[in-house]
C-alpha cells in the first residue's frame, strides 16, 4: 500500500478550488452567449423572413436548417403523433444536424476556451488527489463528485469536437460547478487509504463505467429538458403567439434533440447495463452474493428500468417526443437520487463511513 | 415489443380523444350508449386478453410499473436482508408497522404484488418474443420484398448516368451494382435481369433483430437462473474463533439458510481452520486514524476429511472456495477469554466469548450465560473495550480499535438462565428479568472492570470470574448458488445482444437500371431503414460511392440529404 502523500492532496484541493472558479467565469461566458447569440439570431431570421417576402427564398446565410424549419422537423414519418414536429417553425431554432455553423459567437468560443483551460486544472486536481493517495480517485463521496464532474465536464468538450453542443454549456458548468462546491463543502474528506471492502480491482472497472454513464445521462438530463422547453415554444410559435423563451433560438428544434439525446442514452445505457453486471461479480467477489436487493442495487436496477423503459418508448405509439423526455428526465433524478439519497441516508451497504 | 400488434390495433384512447375534439362530449356519451359491445365470447376474451398483454404499451406500462414497484424495498428494512431490524420497526412504528406489513412492504421482492409484475411483465415479453423470432426466421428465409414502383419515394434515393460510350448496358449495370452490395454483406435478389428495367433489392442486418432477440431471451435466462440459485442453493454464517475449525455439516453452521429444494446430503463435509487473524489500522492519514486498512485471515483447509491440509487465506473480496462453495470474509471482531468458577469452586466455563461489534473502535458487547454453575446458575452482561478510555463525565469508550488496553466491564446475576427447558436463546442476549442481581454499580458489590490476568470474586461466594486474555474472531458466510454461472452468462449474452441491437442497422437498398432514349444508362437506387438509423444518409453516400468508382464515372456528390440528423424509420409498417 503506497504511503499516503499530503501535500498532493492540498494541491489537488487548491486545484480543485481554481477549476471551480475557471468554471463560473465559462459558465457566465455561455450565458452571455445563450443572450447574445439568440439576438443575432433573430436579426438573420428577420433579414430572412424580409427577403422571402419579396423573393421567396428563406435561406439565411449559414442557418439553412433554421429558416427551412419544416424540412428541419420532419423526422421519421409514420412513426407516432408528432406535436413538435407537425409545426412549421419560422425561423424558430437553430440548425438541427447540430453542426458549426459559419457565424463567429465570439462569447461561446471564449466560453469553451475557459471551460479546456478548467478541466485541466481539473484533472490535474484529480491526478494529484490518486496520486496523493496512491491509487484510483473515486473511494468517497468526495472523489465520486470530484472525479464525476471531471469525468462531465470532458465528455462534454469530447462530443463538442463532432457537434455544437454548446447551448449545452450552461447546464453542464452548472451541474460541475455544484458538484465541485457540494464536494468541498459537505463531503470533504482528506486523501486516505480505502477501506478492505473497496479494495479491489472491481473498484476501477465498476465505478469508472458507472462514472461514464452518469456522465452521459448528464448531457441527455440537459437535452430533454431543453427539448421540452423548446417544443412549448415551437407549439406556442406554431400558434402565432409571442417568443417568450427568446434565449432558445441557439436551441436545436426539440426533435434533433430528441434524437441526439436518444442517441446518447442507448451508449449511456449499455455503459449502465455494464455498471449493474460488474457490480453483482463485485457483489458477488465481496459479500457472497451476486443480487441482494440493497438499497443501491435497488436503485441501480430503478434507473436501468427506467432508461430501459425510454428506449422502448420510443418504439410505442404515443410515447415518444415529450414523454420519452419525461422519462428520461425521471431516469437522471433516480441517478441523482441513487448517488445521493441511497449513499448518504438509507442503511445499506454501500452506506460509506465517514462518507 | 409488438410491433405487428400495434399497427393492427388502432389506440381506442386516441380514437376517443378525437371524437371527444371534434364531436363533443354530448355527442359522445350518445356514441357510447348506442354502440353495441361485440359479442367476443369466451375464446374472444381470451384473445383479447393476450392482446392486451402482448401489447408493446401494455409492456412499457409493466415496466414502469416494476421500477416504481422494486422503490419500496429501499425506504423499509427487508426481512431476507435483516429480520431483526423489521421487528424493531414494527415495534417502533405501532401506528402503520403491521399496516405495512399487512402489504409486504417489509418483503417486497417476494411479495404477492412485485411477483404478478415482474411474471406478467416475462409473459408479456415471451408473447413478444416468440411471434417475433418466428417472422424473423421466415424474414431469414425470404428474398428481400420487391422494388417498389417509385424509389425516389425512399428516404435516401439517388440517380447515377452512364454515358452511352461506356459500354454498360443496364443488364451489366444491375449485374455490377448487385456483386457490389453482396461484398457489402447485403443479400441481394436481382429481377427481370434482361428485361427493359432490370432492378434488385438487397437487405443487410438481420443481426440486429437477432440481438434483439438475444437480449430479452437472455433475460428470461437470468431470471430462471435466479430462482435455480433460489432453489439448490444454500447459504449460512458461522463465527470462528482463533484455533476454532469449521466443518461443512449442518450443525457446523451459526446459522443456516437452505434454498427450498436443498438436501443436507449435498453438503460435502471440508473443513477450514481459523489459524491467525490480523486486522491493520491507518495510523497515517489524518481524519481517517482507526480506519481499517486491511484484514487478512490465515487458514487451513481440507477437501475432504481425508485430504492434505492446505494453507490459504482469506480476505475482503477474496474468498475461498471449498466443495463447491465459496468462503467469504464478512466481519471480525475479539474474544475476551473468560475462566469462571462457581460457587463450589469448580470451572463451569472456559474459553472464548464472542463479542459483538456495537460501536466505534470496536466498542463490543458480551454475554456469558453459565449454565453449568453451582449451586446457582450464572449470567454475565456487558462490555469489551480493546483500548478503554473514560470521559471527563466517566464514560467509557474505546479509543483505538487496536489491543492497548483491554477491558472487560460487566454485570453479574444468579437464578435460572432459562436454558434447561430446551428453547432456544440468542447467544447474544440475556434475559435478566428473572435474575438477581450480583455485581453493578448501582449495588455495595459495584461493577466487574476486568483487565487481562484478573480475576474478581462474587459476592455472596457465587464464584470467581478470571479474564485470561483476547483472540480474534472472523464472521464467515458460506455460499453455494448453482445458478450463478448461468446467470453470469445469461447476463453476458444479453449485453451481446443489446448492442448488437442497438449497433447493427437493417437496411434495405433497391437498385433499378434502364437505357434512356439517347443511349445513356440510368441508374437510380433508394435506401430504407428499419428502425432507428441515423446512419443512412452516410449509407447511401457510401454506396454511390461505390457504384461511381466501379463505372469510372466522376465524383458528383449529391446534395445532402436535409435530415441529416433526424432517424430514417421504415415506412413499410
Redesign the interface.
Do not use: C, F
Given at each position: 500500500m503506497p504511503a499516503i502523500n499530503e501535500t498532493l492532496g492540498q494541491y489537488s484541493e487548491l486545484f480543485m478550488l481554481l477549476a471551480a472558479g475557471t468554471y463560473t467565469v465559462a459558465f457566465i461566458a455561455f450565458a452571455w452567449d445563450l443572450a447574445k447569440s439568440s439576438k443575432t439570431f433573430q436579426a438573420v431570421d428577420l433579414k430572412a423572413a424580409a427577403s422571402s417576402a419579396s423573393e421567396k427564398v428563406t435561406v439565411a446565410a449559414g442557418r439553412v436548417g433554421a429558416a427551412l424549419g419544416g424540412a428541419d422537423a420532419g423526422g421519421p414519418a409514420g412513426r407516432a403523433e408528432r406535436p413538435t414536429s407537425s409545426l412549421t417553425v419560422e425561423g424558430g431554432t437553430a440548425a438541427g444536424d447540430m453542426k458549426y455553423a459559419a457565424e463567429r459567437r465570439v462569447p461561446a468560443r471564449i466560453a469553451v476556451a475557459l471551460t479546456v483551460l478548467g478541466v485541466l486544472i481539473h484533472a490535474a486536481g484529480v491526478l494529484t488527489r490518486a496520486l496523493g493517495a496512491g491509487r484510483v480517485p473515486w473511494g468517497n463521496m468526495y472523489e465520486f463528485l470530484t472525479t464525476g464532474a471531471f469525468v462531465a465536464v470532458a465528455v462534454f468538450l469530447v462530443t463538442l469536437i463532432r457537434r455544437d453542443l454548446r447551448f449545452l454549456g450552461t447546464f453542464v458548468l452548472g451541474l460541475a460547478i455544484i458538484m465541485l462546491v457540494a464536494a468541498s463543502v459537505s463531503f470533504w474528506t482528506p486523501v486516505g487509504h480505502l477501506v478492505p471492502a473497496l479494495q479491489s480491482y472491481w473498484l476501477i472497472i465498476h465505478v469508472s463505467i458507472a462514472v461514464l454513464s452518469s456522465a452521459l445521462f448528464t448531457l441527455t438530463f440537459a437535452m430533454s429538458v431543453l427539448q421540452l422547453l423548446q417544443s412549448y415554444r415551437q407549439k406556442n410559435l406554431g400558434a402565432g403567439r409571442k417568443d417568450n423563451l427568446a434565449f432558445m433560438r441557439v436551441v436545436p428544434n426539440a426533435l434533433s434533440l430528441e434524437n441526439l439525446s436518444y442517441r446518447i442514452n442507448a451508449i449511456a445505457f449499455i455503459g449502465w447495463t455494464f455498471t449493474l453486471m460488474f457490480g453483482a461479480i463485485w457483489a458477488e467477489k465481496a459479500w457472497g452474493r451476486f443480487w441482494g436487493w440493497d438499497p443501491k442495487e435497488v436503485w441501480t436496477f430503478v434507473i436501468w428500468v427506467v432508461y430501459a423503459g425510454y428506449l422502448h418508448a420510443r418504439a410505442t405509439r404515443g410515447w415518444t417526443g415529450t414523454r420519452a423526455a419525461w422519462l428520461s428526465i425521471v431516469g437522471y433524478a433516480c441517478v441523482i437520487i441513487n448517488f445521493t439519497l441511497v449513499n448518504t441516508v438509507f442503511q445499506g451497504l454501500h452506506s460509506y463511513s465517514g462518507l | 415489443?409488438s410491433?405487428s400488434v400495434?399497427a393492427k390495433k388502432k389506440?381506442p384512447s386516441?380514437e376517443s380523444a378525437t371524437a371527444e375534439g371534434t364531436t363533443g362530449e354530448g355527442k359522445l356519451q350518445q356514441a357510447k350508449s348506442e354502440a353495441a359491445l361485440p359479442a367476443l365470447g369466451f375464446k374472444g376474451m381470451l384473445r383479447w386478453a393476450w392482446t392486451q398483454l402482448t401489447s408493446?404499451?401494455t409492456?412499457?406500462f409493466l415496466?414502469?410499473m416494476?421500477?416504481v414497484g422494486?422503490?419500496p424495498?429501499?425506504?423499509f428494512?427487508?426481512r431476507?436482508?435483516n429480520p431483526a431490524v423489521v421487528t424493531q420497526y414494527i415495534k417502533d412504528n405501532p401506528s402503520y408497522g403491521q399496516f405495512l406489513d399487512a402489504l409486504q412492504l417489509y418483503d417486497?421482492?417476494s411479495s404477492a404484488w412485485f411477483s404478478a409484475i415482474y411474471i406478467l411483465l416475462f409473459i408479456s415479453l415471451i408473447g413478444c418474443v416468440t411471434p417475433r423470432a418466428i417472422a424473423h426466421y421466415k424474414a431469414m428465409k425470404s428474398q428481400p420484398p420487391r422494388t417498389p414502383k417509385r424509389l425516389s419515394r425512399l428516404p435516401e434515393y439517388g440517380t447515377l448516368a452512364l454515358p452511352a460510350d461506356a459500354g454498360i448496358p443496364a443488364s451489366k449495370a444491375i449485374n455490377d451494382a448487385a456483386g457490389l452490395l453482396r461484398k457489402r454483406g447485403y443479400r441481394v435478389e436481382v429481377r427481370n435481369a434482361d428485361g427493359d428495367l432490370p432492378s434488385l433489392g438487397a437487405e443487410r442486418g438481420f443481426l440486429k433483430e437477432v440481438g434483439n432477440l438475444v437480449f430479452h431471451t437472455s433475460l428470461i435466462g437470468v431470471l430462471v437462473s435466479?430462482a435455480v440459485g433460489g432453489l439448490f442453493g444454500y447459504?449460512g454464517q458461522r463465527i470462528l474463533v482463533e484455533g476454532d475449525t469449521f466443518v461443512n455439516t449442518l450443525v457446523g453452521y451459526d446459522q443456516f439458510t437452505p434454498g427450498t429444494n436443498f438436501q443436507s446430503s449435498s453438503l460435502q463435509p471440508y473443513s477450514m481452520q481459523l489459524d491467525k487473524f490480523d486486522a491493520k489500522f491507518?495510523r497515517?492519514?489524518?481524519?481517517?486514524a482507526g480506519?481499517?486498512?486491511?484484514?487478512t485471515a490465515e487458514v487451513t483447509t481440507k477437501e475432504t476429511p481425508d485430504s492434505p491440509a492446505k494453507k490459504e487465506t482469506l480476505?475482503?473480496?477474496?474468498?475461498v472456495s471449498l466443495g463447491g462453495t465459496?468462503l467469504?470474509l464478512?466481519g471480525n471482531g475479539y474474544a475476551p477469554m473468560v475462566t469462571v468458577r462457581d460457587g463450589e469452586g469448580n470451572v463451569s466455563f472456559q474459553g472464548p466469548v464472542i463479542a459483538k461489534v456495537q460501536g466505534d473502535n470496536y466498542y463490543s458487547s458480551v454475554v456469558i450465560k453459565v449454565p453449568d454453575a453451582k449451586p446457582e446458575q450464572l449470567g454475565f452482561v456487558g462490555f469489551f473495550l480493546p483500548t478503554a478510555l473514560v470521559t471527563s463525565d466517566g464514560i467509557s469508550f474505546s479509543g483505538a480499535p487496536e489491543l492497548v488496553n483491554p477491558q472487560l466491564s460487566l454485570n453479574s446475576f444468579y437464578g435460572d438462565l432459562g436454558l434447561d427447558k430446551g428453547v432456544p436463546q440468542n447467544v447474544f442476549e440475556l434475559d435478566v428479568e428473572k435474575l438477581k442481581p450480583l455485581n453493578n454499580r448501582n449495588l455495595a458489590a459495584g461493577g466487574i472492570t476486568l483487565t487481562p490476568g484478573a480475576t474478581v470474586n462474587l459476592p455472596e461466594g457465587k464464584g470467581s470470574i478470571t479474564f485470561d486474555g483476547v483472540k480474534k474472531y472472523i464472521g464467515v458466510?458460506?455460499?453455494h448458488?448453482p445458478g450463478?454461472l448461468y446467470?453470469?452468462i445469461f447476463?453476458?449474452l444479453?449485453?451481446a445482444g443489446?448492442?448488437t441491437s442497438?449497433y447493427v442497422n437493417r437496411r434495405r437498398v433497391w437498385v433499378r437500371t434502364g437505357t434512356h432514349t439517347d443511349g445513356r444508362t440510368m441508374v437510380e437506387y433508394g435506401l430504407l431503414a428499419r428502425?432507428?438509423d441515423?446512419r443512412l444518409a452516410g449509407e447511401a453516400a457510401a454506396l454511390r460511392e461505390l457504384f461511381a468508382r466501379e463505372w469510372n464515372l466522376p465524383e458528383t456528390p449529391q446534395a445532402p440529404s436535409?435530415?441529416?440528423?433526424?432517424?430514417?424509420?421504415?415506412?413499410d409498417?
Open positions: - | 415489443m410491433e400495434k389506440s386516441a408493446m404499451r409492456a412499457l415496466l414502469l416494476l421500477a422494486a422503490v424495498g429501499s425506504l428494512p427487508q431476507p436482508a417486497v421482492y435466479v447459504s491507518d497515517e492519514s489524518p481524519g481517517k480506519q481499517p486498512i486491511d484484514y480476505k475482503v473480496n477474496d474468498p465459496s467469504y464478512t458466510d458460506i455460499h448458488n450463478q446467470a453470469l447476463g453476458l444479453a449485453v443489446l448492442m442497438l428502425g432507428e441515423h436535409t435530415t441529416a440528423v433526424s432517424s430514417s424509420t421504415s415506412k409498417q
